[in-house]
Nanobody, 124 residues
Framework: QVQLVESGGGLVQAGGSLRLSCAAS????????VGWFRQAPGKEREFVVA????????YYTDSVKGRFTISRDNAKNTVYLQMNSLIPEDTAVYYC?????????????????WGQGTQVTVSS
């Protein structure tokens, strides 16, 4: 059974940092690209960033470029999202998702498996 488990969320002041982790099990992790999406209260879930299956390619939504960094450790079946210079607009539930294949996906329908989400709250 495939599982994606996010961790590392919490409450932080504006300007602070958090590192999210997405630990995968039940799949050959290096065959999957991983994306992070987020859903703020009252809003649709949106794409944040993705990394290709071997980590060679990444893609960020404009609002997080220069502040967020995605990385992966296939030996640990884990993807990380380092979030710096957080702003209140980053407040959301953050989900990781896995997509089979070598290409990066920015659309939710491209992803095969999803985690349960972790809450990130940025206070002003």
């Amino acid at each position: 059974q495939v599982q994606l488990v996010e961790s590392g969320g919490g409450l932080v002041q504006a300007g602070g940092s958090l590192r999210l982790s997405c630990a995968a099990s039940g799949l050959t992790f290096s065959n999957y690209g991983v994306g992070w999406f987020r859903q703020a209260p009252g809003k649709e879930r949106e794409f944040v960033v993705a990394i290709s299956w071997r980590g060679g390619s990444t893609y960020y939504t404009d609002s997080v470029k220069g502040r967020f960094t995605i990385s992966r450790d296939n030996a640990k079946n884990t993807v990380y999202l380092q979030m710096n210079s957080l702003i209140p607009e980053d407040t959301a539930v953050y989900y990781c998702a896995a997509k089979r294949g070598m290409t990066i996906g920015t659309m939710q329908y491209e992803y095969d498996y999803w985690g349960q989400g972790t809450q990130v709250t940025v206070s002003s």
